[in-house]
């Protein structure tokens, strides 16, 4: 079975700064996609950025990086020059197999800008 | 483009009851997804469709639970009768294979449900 493992329950982070939100993942499966999501007070969730297990690079997306290290399981997602919208709650999640199967979630971890 | 649809948003019931959620998934979206969100956790997926068919409901509690989703297209899904602990958000999603990053799955806005 697939689990996914966020280990920061909460984070306080000064606005402009970088901050990284920790993931790490477990399958046996050798092909398996990442994905982050934000999920802001209203409820809502947001597809951030995804990186598959087969990827060269590290996906990017705007402020986003998805810094991933297959050797020890991990995905953490940067974010650059963080901005106070950036306060919500953050997801990993793993999809394992290459179709459309459903995700897998961690607890997410509570992100909070200070200005 | 629209994008997922929910409804009701909100629903409040006392514990037996039953209650049901309505999904209108992305257009063309031939995959859909219901996900519990139990507050602070994230999601956990219930049931996936692949058109009207099942793909997956190995985590739907189907003594209460169940799920339809007809034609292909809107999905249904019912808790007959509900219990305390299925006070959650209830997400639907849907993915396309043709759109988005690869099976990117698109959220809706969720039903809170409260159970009394």
């Known amino acids: 079975a697939q689990k996914i493992t966020q280990t920061q329950p909460g984070m306080f982070v000064q606005e402009k700064e970088a901050v990284t939100l920790d993931c790490t993942y477990d399958t046996s499966d050798p092909s398996y996609g990442l994905f982050w999501y934000k999920q802001p007070s209203s409820g809502e969730m947001i597809f951030l950025i995804y990186?598959?297990?087969?990827?060269?690079q590290n996906a990017t997306e705007g402020r986003y990086s998805l810094n991933f290290q297959k050797a020890r399981k991990s995905a953490n997602l940067v974010i650059s020059a963080s901005q106070l919208g950036d306060s919500a709650m953050y997801f990993c999640a793993m999809r394992v197999g290459g179709g459309a199967d459903g995700l897998t979630f961690g607890k997410g971890t509570h992100l909070i800008i200070q200005p | 483009e629209a994008g997922v649809a929910q409804s009701p948003r909100y629903k409040i019931i006392e514990k037996r009851q039953s209650v049901a959620f309505w999904c209108n998934p992305i257009?063309?979206?031939?995959?859909l997804y219901w996900y519990q969100q139990i507050l602070g956790q994230g999601p956990k997926l219930l049931i996936q469709f692949q058109n009207n068919g099942v793909v997956d409901d190995s985590q739907l509690p189907k003594d209460r639970f169940s799920a339809e989703r007809l034609k292909g297209v809107d999905s249904t899904l019912k808790i007959q009768p509900a219990k305390l602990e299925d006070s959650a958000v209830y997400l639907c999603?849907?993915?396309?294979?043709?759109?988005?990053?690869?099976?990117?799955?698109?959220f809706g806005p969720g039903t809170r449900l409260t159970v009394t």
């Open positions: 999603a849907s993915s396309s294979v043709e759109q988005g990053t690869p099976y990117e799955q698109y």
């Open positions: 257009s063309g979206h031939a995959t």
């Open positions: 990186q598959g297990s087969y990827d060269q």
